[in-house]
């Protein structure tokens, strides 16, 4: 039996920057199922800090989890946890007031440039013509996933705590205060707190622990990458997206990758791509670039798991002792994950709140009580 102070379901982002927080003043514990870290939603997204995307709260998160990625605390500088990437938002004559709606709630987070065509083009000469207006955020950050993955599990471990991978839990009980957790190999944990940090999965151990779910839904969102037309200076490219949830598309790794930014509700499932979603990610390219995806040379799927209102939910649950929610971060998890970590420290632990434009009532599991008939 191993008997930290708290347990933690789930390696993924949400998981790890929770735990090493954490670490710094409990023993903590980290279960997840897969053999490695991030094997799910965190090791499959897009990997970008931007402001358009989610709504005042996610931008807000956003922003309070900026200074981390500028200047990463001891024990997280060694290794860059992202580089620079220029944001375009862009839009045909049709779509200008949404643009100049966007260009309004983001401009208390980021410096924006305003662009005309030429300023469009000049910056992302991918796009057809018709992208006639934009918006530029010099600032944004391609986030290394990976890297980030392994810092907090570096801090985790300096500070005492621990990961197990291929530790899928299949029970959960709790009796005189202690939450148990039992693994598929038959391996038992204990602790006061067990914090939910399983992503498109939360709502299956809130189950298995008798706790109320909060209505978690997964939605599949499908990548490709594909090779940039002969000659094209990948350096420089911005993420580029339209205003409405449409199309992005950015340099990486020596090739483009684009998103339909499909949201197709799912279960909880290691996700595949579909051939429908891949399909169209090249016709949208197509539609509002002079790219035509000849070949695809990789595709993959990932689950962003939203609560009823898309907020994540960050606190204890209302109905059981010691249960503590880490769930719903959608499409933000990791541009989000240093403010949520400071916010679930500060939850568990009492320390001072770390986000003053977001409200702990806000992130509330609480919101999602479902009265009694
Ligand atoms: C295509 C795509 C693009 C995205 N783009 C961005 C972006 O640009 N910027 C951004 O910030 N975010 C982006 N996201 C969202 C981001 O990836 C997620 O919000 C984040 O990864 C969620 O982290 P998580 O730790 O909650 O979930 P996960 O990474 O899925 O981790 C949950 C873990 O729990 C484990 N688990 C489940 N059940 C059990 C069990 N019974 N026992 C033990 N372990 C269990 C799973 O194995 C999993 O590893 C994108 C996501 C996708 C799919």
């Known amino acids: 039996m191993h008997s930290p102070d708290i347990l933690i379901i789930g390696g993924g982002i949400a998981g790890l920057s929770a735990a090493a ?3 710094e003043d409990a023993r903590v514990i980290v279960l997840e199922a897969e053999e ?5 939603s965190s090791g499959r997204s897009a990997t970008m800090l931007h402001y358009a995307l989610g ?4 931008r807000a998160l956003t922003f309070g989890s900026r200074p981390f990625f500028d200047n990463p605390p001891p024990g997280f500088g060694d290794v860059p946890l992202g580089a620079r990437m220029p944001v375009l938002v862009h839009a045909r004559e049709d779509e200008r007031a949404d643009l100049d709606a966007l260009e309004a709630e983001l401009s208390s987070f980021a410096v924006l440039e305003r662009l005309d065509a030429k300023g469009v083009h000049d910056l992302c000469p991918l796009l057809k013509p018709d992208a006639l207006y934009g918006i530029a955020d010099l600032n944004g950050i391609h986030l290394d996933p990976h890297a980030m993955l392994q810092a907090n599990l570096r801090q985790l471990r300096s500070r005492g705590g621990a990961l197990q991978t291929g530790a899928r839990v299949a029970s959960i009980k709790c009796a005189d205060g202690l939450w148990s957790v039992t ?3 038959g391996d038992t944990f204990a602790a006061p707190i067990l914090v939910n940090a399983a992503g498109a ?3 299956r151990i809130a189950q298995l622990a008798g706790v109320q779910p909060i209505g978690l839904e997964p939605k599949r969102r499908t990548i490709i990458t594909f090779d940039a037309p002969p000659g094209t200076r990948l350096e420089g490219l911005p993420f580029a997206k339209t205003v ?3 199309l992005y598309f950015a340099p990486e790794s020596g090739r483009l990758f684009a998103s339909p930014m499909d949201e197709v509700p799912s279960e909880p499932v290691d996700a595949q791509p579909d051939e429908y979603e891949v399909a169209l990610a090249a016709h949208r390219m197509k539609e509002r670039t002079t790219v035509t995806v000849d070949r695809i040379h990789s595709r ?3 689950l962003r798991s939203f609560t009823p209102d898309r907020h994540p939910a960050a606190g204890f649950a209302h109905d059981a002792d010691g249960f503590f929610w880490l769930a719903g971060q959608g499409g933000a998890g990791l541009q989000t994950s240093p403010a949520m970590a400071a916010i679930v420290a500060s939850l568990i632990t ?3 709140w770390p986000v003053p434009d977001v409200s702990p009532d806000e992130l509330s599991p609480r919101r999602f009580l479902r009265q009694p008939a």
């Open 350 to 352: 009492n320390a001072p």
């Open 21 to 23: 927080a954490l670490a």
């Open 183 to 185: 693994t598929e190999h």
């Open 36 to 40: 490695q870290v991030g094997f799910h």
């Open 201 to 203: 999965w939360a709502d």
């Open 244 to 246: 409405g949830d449409e």
């Open 55 to 58: 709504d005042r709260l996610i």
């Open 300 to 302: 993959w799927a990932g």
